[in-house]
Structure formats: structure tokens, C-alpha cells
């Protein structure tokens, strides 16, 4: 399976922009990269998926690097909601890999 | 309705005792998932099923037991359990029979089980 890499926290400030990386270097051509998120004593929620190029939903953008070695979950206006601990994942849709394998996260604290 | 309920919210049993966590969709969703959370741990894939069959068993114990009687039910069905295995079981739901790589899944909340 191809694995992800992300930063075991980060801190931002409220209404302020957060650029969360995620680094999947060993990323085939099938896999798709998902983030989700998962709000303290909540289940994990989705919040974006895409596979080449850059994508932009209610809740986030996603920047894919041109090599897709690489992309950043960017939440524009980071709010106190917003803290929760954020998974990138890749999913292969020509496969039977395809099923959601979390790896570490990244957990987001957000300072008022 | 895009809701993935869990019962109970929370559930204290003993090593010798026999209970089943339940899951419910009303999405129409033909997958659904079974997943476990160790305390600030990610979660981890148990079961997957597809169409009310088991497609993927992730090398879980046989004291842990799935059961899916219909397209809008999911069981695990626990016996003989041991302290190690406390922690929050997610079950999960998409449009998606397959893993395509595409469908969003949907979690519940979670039952966090406690094993004495």
C-alpha cells in the first residue's frame, strides 16, 4: 500500500489560513488522495478528495503537486471547530486497495 | 438522511460475557465497514462488507463476529473479549459495493466499549 507522510501537529490561529501537508511520494497512477478529519469524541468526517488536479468544497481546498508526490489541505479561515486531528489517505480506485487505511494524522490546534 | 447511527454510545462488559454493538444507514449505501479506535490511535479496518457479503476480514479475532442481516443493518457480535480489546468501534457506510477510491464514506460516532 502506498503510505502517506504528515506532521504530527500544528498549531494555527483563529481566522487564520492552514496549509496542512501531506507527503505520499510512492503514490501510484490509480490512487486517489482523500483527507478527513476527525473532531475530538466524534467519527472521522470527510472533507475532500481529488486526484490530480486542485479541488475546492465548502470546507477546504486541496493543492496537488504537478509530480502528486505531495499536496496540502488548505482550510482558508481556520475556526475553533476546525481542531481535530486531519488524515491524509490514499485510495486506489482501479483496485482492491481501494478501502480507507488511516495513517497518523496530523492534529490541528487552533489558538483563539 | 446522512446519518450512520452506533447503540449504545457506550458499553461495559466482562470477559466472559456475549453482547453486539449495532449500526444503522438509511443512505441506500451497499458497503459498510467496521472499524477500531485504540485511544489516540487511528482508526483501523476490521470488516468491510459489500452487498450484505463479507468481502474483507483484516485478520480479526474470532471472538469479534460481523453480521449484516440486511442492506440497512450492521452487527458485531462480541464473546469472550479481553481488556486489551477496549476501544471506540466506528462502523462506517458508502454508495460504493467496491473501493473505488471515490465514495466518501460515512461514520458513525462510535461505541466505546470497556472489557473488564
Known amino acids: 500500500d502506498a503510505k502517506t507522510t504528515q506532521p504530527n501537529s500544528m498549531e494555527s490561529n483563529e481566522e487564520e489560513p492552514v496549509h496542512l501537508p501531506c507527503n505520499h511520494s510512492?503514490?501510484?497512477?490509480?490512487?486517489?488522495i482523500h483527507w478527513y478529519r476527525q473532531l475530538p469524541s466524534q467519527g472521522p468526517e470527510y472533507v475532500i478528495h481529488?486526484?490530480?488536479s486542485n479541488v475546492n468544497n465548502r470546507m477546504a481546498s486541496l493543492a496537488i503537486a504537478e509530480d502528486r508526490k505531495s499536496s496540502t489541505l488548505i482550510l482558508h479561515r481556520a475556526t475553533l471547530r476546525d481542531a481535530a486531528v486531519y488524515y491524509c489517505i490514499l485510495r486506489d480506485y482501479g483496485g482492491s486497495q481501494g478501502n480507507l487505511i488511516f495513517g497518523k494524522g496530523t492534529k490541528l490546534s487552533v489558538k483563539p | 438522511d446522512t446519518e450512520v447511527t452506533q447503540t449504545p454510545k457506550h458499553l461495559v462488559m466482562g470477559m466472559t460475557n456475549k453482547k453486539s454493538l449495532k449500526c444503522e444507514q438509511h443512505m441506500g449505501h451497499r458497503a459498510m465497514y467496521w472499524y477500531k479506535q485504540k485511544a489516540k490511535k487511528p482508526p483501523e479496518l476490521m470488516f468491510v462488507?459489500?452487498?450484505?457479503?463479507?468481502?474483507i476480514n483484516e485478520s480479526v479475532p474470532s471472538r469479534f463476529s460481523p453480521e449484516c442481516p440486511n442492506s440497512s443493518l450492521l452487527n458485531l457480535h462480541l464473546h469472550a473479549l479481553q481488556p486489551e480489546d477496549s476501544a471506540l468501534y466506528l462502523c462506517?457506510?458508502?454508495?460504493?459495493?467496491?473501493?473505488?477510491?471515490?465514495?466518501?464514506?460515512?461514520f458513525g460516532e462510535g461505541s466505546r466499549l470497556t472489557v473488564l
Open positions: 462506517a457506510s458508502s454508495s460504493s459495493p467496491r473501493p473505488t477510491g471515490t465514495g466518501e464514506l460515512f
Open positions: 510512492t503514490i501510484s497512477g490509480t490512487d486517489y
Open positions: 481529488g486526484l490530480t
Open positions: 462488507y459489500s452487498y450484505e457479503k463479507l468481502s
